[in-house]
């Protein structure tokens, strides 16, 4: 029976995929006529409004521009000079302009409303950094899927998200933004978040195109410091910065964002070599390019041209479809085509390129879609948004210590003392980029764990001291960090000496990262440590909780907390997942998604490092590669996050030792929860090809990692596949394959907690 099905099923499955790809096709081919058809209507100036892309100058994101006069959109768009704006949002207000465009200017084209949802719309997700250690894919395509679900209920169309920008230095502000330090976390929540934002269905009403940015190397800014330029190696840019954007054009990214910093010395914004050499010709990027705020303009005080004129036919020919807010084209296209520094070809393949997302988002067909304002009502902010928010913010939270089990607490019968500057902070968890979030929206710690324990606990509070003196903080807020008021310490003493354990709240505030937020010194700010040290003197057991946007070096104050909570800044519902966590009704189940330094100066810091000609050694008398005042190694490491319970690893199985280019090695280890509470690891694989062909290896590289749940004493078989593309990399012949040859496979709970090793070949 199961011979006949078999085919049978193939050939239903086989035909309805082949009926998708053609009927995919046929859609491709029947937006590409109409753009054509439209093209040839299109006079120039209607050609360059497409191109052309303004903020709101009542909500800006981004600095100087012109965008600050005041001016008549409404006219602009009725003459036809807007293809695109940013900024400007909400059901009624993206119809009224949209209706403009449609119904008052000659060809009646679209506009398409751009704007950051990043995490969250207004039901706030964790920050990107923190749900990328969750290690959970459904749980980062889900938040992204209800961000487009209310943005697109808004009226937008368009997010500029996601970030996919590795960073290995926490000075960066903007570190929060991405998935951290890994290549291949990096991709996974590329195309998760992709994936959530867009769909299956660019045209449906409650998706929204996505914008992988900043290509490229923004994060890896000279000594992390935001706008700063790059000196990054090609084989750098390959291997490191480069597979989370091919992975999100691979998940089928609508658009590309152009970064901001020179790679190499040339801005990121005029490079045809990544724009149009790499994106466009090696990937087959069909989407569009916008560029980041003013980011053509930016080109000036770059230097690498003279004029305007010059940086709008260097954004041109190297790749840049869409000016945001630089309002160079507007200004400039008509003199370069007299010139003949560009041609009417290019202009016309760029607005091609932003005409076809219009299409196929459906704007053509159905330009009010998006704009609903009942629906706008029903889905902002909506009960199940917000359970999902409290779910997916409690898988993010990493926890770095317990000593003497210290966690889960107690609901019943104790005193906690919730101490800290963030502890009564329903402001600063929904954390920077917080789309329309109301100010003081998100359930504080202090809330959380009073509703967690209602009447059979008694809490108690003091603030400690003032993280900040500033009484309100945005965007941006110069802030004013408090070192000299410990009026507060008193009574937060005091009140610790009454608990029978303190929870305390210190980190940063949701405006000390995220963009132009960079910090040199990225340890607990003001008097926070010192705050805790005197708290600790008290004797009584503290569990920490901190709040952050980045990875903190905690080395001077961990030893005073018996446990470590990291809650990053995780939205809206914070208070209430933290208190899951806190009161063990969720098993803390995070990894680090970047190491936690030992101290500033290791930055940057990650674990895929290569070897050293003189391996770090421990004896001080070696001329091995080291720091003579530090160890190498973080204070945490990436992948790491302790359970209430533990986990078994054992039982390692290779289907075959060797595999060839068309070949996969299956593996599976099994994994045993042996601790006494139900729980979910992150099971890791990492591999290191131990001899290159001319060229050094990394010394582990994450390849795959699965999030299992276990019940106590259940044990699961959990499975991997490495293929031939997972061995590639950048060779000397300047080709991507793998190079034959033996390589270590390492399965761990975290890049410095391997339990178990095996070795295969591959074969060319
Ligand atoms: C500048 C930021 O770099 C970019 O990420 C953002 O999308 C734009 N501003 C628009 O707000």
Redesign the pocket.
Known sequence: MKRILLPIFLLLFGFSFLQKANSQIASQDAIDAKVHALLKKMTLDEKVAQLNQLSNPYYQ??AGANSREAQSFDQMIEQGQIGSF??VLGADETRRLQTIAVEKSRLGIPLIFGY?VIHGFKTMFPIPLAEAASFDRAAMEKSARIAAIEASANGLHWT?AP?VDISRDARWGRIMEGAGEDVYLNEQAAIARVKGFQGNDLAAPNTIAACA??FAAYGASVAGRDYAAVDISERSLREVIFPPFKAALDAGVATF?SS?NTINGVPASGNKWLLTDILRKEWGFKGFVVS??NSLGEMLPHGNVETAYDVAETGINAGVDMD?EGRIYINEIKKLLDDKKISIQQIDEMVSRILRVKYQLGLFDHPYQYCDKKKQDELTLHPDHLKASREIARKSLVLLKNDNKVLPLPKKGSTIAVIGPLADDNDSPLGNWRGIAESNSAVSLLDGIRQAVGNDSKVLYAEGCRLVNNSKQHFFSQLEVNNTDRSGFAEAIAIAHQADVVVMALGETAFMSG?CRSYADISLKGLQAELLAEIHKTGKPIVLTLFNGRPMVLTDVVDQADALLVCWLPGSEAGHAIADVLFGDYNPSGKLPASFPYHVGQVPIYYEQLNSGRPYDPNPEGFSTKYRDIPNAPLFAFGKGLSYTEFRYDNLQLNKKEITKNESLDISVTITNTGNYDGEEVVQLYIRDIAGKGISRPMMQLKGFEKVFLAKGESKKVNFKITANDLAFWRLDETWAPEAGEFLLMIGSASDDIRLKDQFSYKE
Request: glycine share 6%; hydrophobic share 45%.
């Open positions: 994101t981004g940013l900024n950051d500029f970030m940015k900043h964002m901001f980041d705020w945001m963009e």
